[in-house]
């Protein structure tokens, strides 16, 4: 292997198209399931130069012929570059971190922060907020050492005013996990989480309905990479290809997902869409009829709107952990505030709109009996769809013009 990233698990890694992006040459992804395949790996030598990720940032070390101040300070490893049979280890996660709060315009100085984790990552932060100058920082551990929190113990820090995950929970396909509560932190000003898949997890959705500045940690794996290819290569890499790259990644990964009133055009929409996007198109409302083996009307005569939103919300909670498909919801999925979360972690949510006079009424649509009920439906959920979106769309012309308008929102949205 010439260069690579190891860890224990690699499937949700984005770092091959990253270095890919970054300079010219092969990047691989190795999986070494336990540290006997560690230890043989790092003894045969036989790579140019490495990145580590978990969970052996600290299990590399002694195996580093010389470390860097920095990252011996840290006591953490993960980037490696083979000199001649000598391992050089480094820490670019620190200037990773640093460039993800300075994009984000999260500031830690004089403020109480709040590390959750204690693997090599956690002090990574943890040197970061020190050197950053943070007023206070708690270390957060299932199994806390002197001088930890546990997570029970954590719940009463609430006068913390950022925290920071460093641990994989939360991480595809577990997405709905979190270990904290953001809503229980009345100070809380950012949240920042090291997870990138789901590009928002649970935890930093809950923060941004707080009110917190949230990131997520993209932006730390895009910038560490590009620091780490520059020891690789010996050549210096422009700062602009880091956001650029992060960008691509997003566009690359993000569902498109359609929300709106029923017959707001969400499937023809969404079919156009998919096509301009070369993505496969699901139809939640279909995908329900599927499972359950009965039309929608079948099931709301069956079991009521009760027992179709339960099937929704099954079929949300699985479709929306995946990536890189255009779907359309159906018109009542914004009514639970965990779709409309699910919808969000891995997705640019675009609504559609119509007039209401313009909407069908009668029909498959249990609920659009008539043009008065679309008007009550409308006057309960317009609020909701505003809430849930990222961006509005006009469905008045064709649906080729409105799914023109869905992509270039998509990209707009995700090059900010």
Do not use: W
């Not at 698990?9 to 890919?20: A, D, M, T």
């Not at 006591?75 to 050089?88: A, D, K, W, Y």
């Not at 509560?181 to 789901?198: F, G």
């Not at 650029?244 to 690359?252: N, V």
């Amino acid at each position: 292997m010439e260069y690579g990233l190891i860890g224990a698990r690699l499937g949700h890694s984005y770092s091959k198209p990253i270095h890919n992006a970054l300079a010219d040459y092969d990047y691989r992804l190795c999986e070494l399931p336990e540290k006997a395949d560690l230890h043989a790996f790092l003894e045969k030598r036989d790579f140019r130069g490495i990145n580590v990720t978990i969970p052996y940032k600290e299990d590399v070390m002694p195996y580093c012929d010389t470390i860097d101040d920095a990252a011996r300070a840290i006591g953490s490893v993960n980037t490696i570059v083979n000199r001649s049979g000598r391992l050089e280890g480094h820490n670019t996660d620190f200037a990773g971190f640093v460039y993800l709060l300075r994009k984000n315009g999260i500031v830690l100085r004089g403020q109480k922060v709040m590390i959750l984790g204690t693997g090599g990552t956690q002090k990574t932060v943890q040197a970061v907020a020190k050197a950053e100058g943070a007023a206070e920082i708690v270390i957060v551990s299932r199994t806390p050492r002197k001088g930890q929190l546990s997570y029970e113990a954590a719940k009463k820090r609430t006068d913390v005013q950022v925290i920071v995950n460093t641990t994989p929970v939360g991480m595809f396909p577990h997405n709905a996990q979190s270990l904290l509560a953001p809503e229980e932190y009345p100070k809380l000003a950012a949240a920042v989480d090291v997870i990138y898949n789901p590009l928002k997890t649970d935890f930093l959705l809950r923060a941004q309905a707080c009110g917190a500045k949230t990131a997520n940690g993209l932006s730390m794996l895009a910038a560490q990479a590009k620091y780490a290819a520059e020891y690789f290569t010996g050549k210096a890499i422009d700062d602009a290809k880091i956001a650029r790259i992060e960008a691509e990644i997003c566009k690359e990964v993000a569902n498109l997902v359609l929300i709106g009133m029923p017959s707001a055009g969400k499937t023809t929409v969404g079919q156009y869409c998919a096509q301009l996007m070369n993505r496969p198109f699901i139809d939640l409302d279909e995908l329900v009829e599927r499972e359950s083996k009965m039309t929608v009307a079948e099931i709301f005569a069956c079991e009521g709107e009760a027992g179709f939103r339960r099937r929704e919300k099954e079929i949300i909670r699985t479709t929306l952990n995946g990536h890189a498909a255009v779907i359309a919801t159906g018109g009542g999925a914004v009514l639970d505030a965990e779709n409309v979360r699910r919808m969000r972690q891995n997705s640019v949510v675009i609504r559609l709109t119509r007039p209401v006079q313009q909407l069908e009424t009668g029909g498959a649509r249990p609920l659009s009996a008539s043009y008065e009920a679309l008007c009550e439906m409308q006057r309960q959920r317009g609020p909701l769809y505003a809430a849930a979106c990222d961006a509005c769309i006009e469905n008045t012309g064709t649906p080729q013009d409105a799914a023109r308008a869905a992509v270039e929102a998509f990209d707009e949205i995700l090059d900010r």
